[in-house]
């Protein structure tokens, strides 16, 4: 009863998918459109857009070590005290209050806060390029989703299809049956075949809702009507020409670029510790007696011997420069073997549908002439049957060959670096990285400043 009941409410899940389809006058849904909704309604964008935020915070961070730093101190207290003066003892007891105010400005550092807002601001264009990785990788799977609903749909019409004819096939071998032309072997054959075809069916109505549910992970609803995909854009020629773009354009590369600048700085930034320190400070200070001091001076330090903690820094800043560089290169070889790797299926998907383009004709044939065969007496139903398999599996391959080679042109395009809504000319405003870097770099404080990031954030949560 209860699997009875899961198949009715399948079927009627089907139904209703269908029904939308097909509804009249409904507009159908884009590639477009769906790419569109999956860049407005990632988390995994807002997740990495709030991480580049929070690295243009750090070159705020690191511009205000420039500056000096003020701070106050109040004090507050109450004191009793006994005093023997030989004679007798007396308690004193009073209230004390001061308020000081300070001041401290580092001189020079030999270009170590220099280097710090280096550091901080090529860790922000790395941080930038792995968003747009990020953005390749949502787009992507948005495509993926929106071409496998596609295909579910394709999938479910054939399987109904099938099951129409197998259904008619096993009405006639039922008729031959009764005018004793074919045992009953042949329609428990058919009746076989039947069972089958319907779960077949059931498994590709199963395949649909979970396309759907990928589908609206990535958009952020569940698919309509879907319009055809349109034409697949451009590639180059050869392999080695999109190769050649993915060296210059691919965000991984980019970002293992800056990675190696920050680990170059971080080298400058090590030698640099060694040396001395030197700075200004000026406090002012006031007691509840009126009482008034004040105190300018410079202070010079530097570390003569930690233990071997600033070698051991040091040489720990060379490795990383090695490291990073390594990482560069294995980078570079890991996106030029990507690129040829959906270059090569996209040769294979197109090969299939050749292929299968050759199979489906061929076996068209052959199932057209077993059938009049059969009808002539010298085939069984299980031939019929087995041409009308054949005729299914080549259909259906063509279907998941076209489906592969479209999803193979955009793998190609994400391999190279372009796979981004600006390149694919979606026509809506991006997310502007320079927007809120630009209202922190310069470490802000004030209240002017403090509403036109408001705006931005605002602006970025709408």
């Not at 075949?193 to 569940?222: C, N, P, V």
């Amino acid at each position: 009863m209860r699997r009875c009941k899961m198949r009715v409410w399948l079927k009627s899940a089907v139904v209703a998918v269908f029904a939308l389809a097909v509804a009249p006058g409904v507009r159908a849904e884009t590639l477009a459109d769906a790419l569109v909704a999956a860049y407005k309604n990632s988390n995994l964008l807002d997740q990495n857009r709030a991480v580049l935020r929070a690295a243009d915070e750090d070159v705020a961070i690191a511009v205000s070590a420039l500056r000096p730093v003020i701070a106050y101190t109040a004090q507050a207290g109450w004191s009793r005290a006994e005093v023997n003066s030989g004679l007798a003892t007396t308690v004193v007891e009073g209230l004390s209050a001061s308020l000081s105010l300070s001041a401290e400005l580092v001189l020079i550092d030999f270009g170590r806060r220099k280097l710090g807002i280096e550091i901080a601001k090529e860790s922000v264009l790395a941080t930038r390029q792995a968003l747009i990785q990020v953005e390749q990788n949502v787009l992507l799977a948005t495509v993926q989703a929106y071409v496998d609903v596609r295909l579910a749909l394709d999938v479910v019409a054939l399987r109904e299809s099938n099951l129409r004819l197998i259904t008619q096939e096993l009405r006639a071998a039922q008729d031959r049956f009764d005018v004793g032309e074919i045992t009953r072997t042949d329609v428990s054959i058919a009746e076989a075949r039947l069972a089958a075809s319907r779960a077949a069916l059931a498994a590709a109505q199963g395949q649909l809702m979970i396309a759907r549910e990928a589908y609206k992970a990535a958009t952020g609803a569940y698919p309509g009507k879907l319009a055809p995909p349109p034409r697949a854009p451009a590639l180059p020629r050869t392999m080695e020409e999109a190769q050649g773009v993915a060296r210059g354009t691919h965000p991984l590369i980019r970002q293992a670029q800056h990675q190696v600048t920050v680990a170059d700085l971080q080298v400058e930034l090590a030698k640099a510790n060694r040396a001395p320190t030197v700075g200004a400070g000026v406090t002012l200070r006031t007691d509840d007696e009126g009482l008034e001091s004040q105190s300018l001076g410079l202070t010079m330090n530097q570390t003569l011997y930690a233990g071997g903690r600033l070698s051991a820094l040091q040489r720990k800043a060379l490795a990383g420069k090695d490291a990073a560089r390594a990482a560069l290169a294995q980078t570079a070889v890991g996106v030029i073997q990507n690129v040829g790797i959906a270059w090569a299926n996209l040769a294979v998907a197109s090969a299939s549908i050749e292929a299968s383009d050759l199979q489906i004709r061929a076996a068209q044939a052959a199932f057209d002439g077993v059938r009049e065969e059969a009808a002539a007496g010298t085939r069984t139903t299980l031939d019929v049957l087995d041409a009308e398999q054949e005729l299914l599996d080549a259909r259906n391959a063509r279907l998941e060959a076209e489906a592969q080679r479209y999803v193979a042109v955009y793998q190609v395009l994400a391999t190279m670096g372009l796979l981004t809504v600006e390149h694919l000319q979606l026509g809506i405003p991006t997310y502007d990285p320079e927007a809120y870097y630009g209202a922190v770099e310069k470490a802000p404080s004030h209240s002017a400043q403090g509403k036109k990031l408001d705006r931005i954030l605002e602006k970025i949560g709408n």
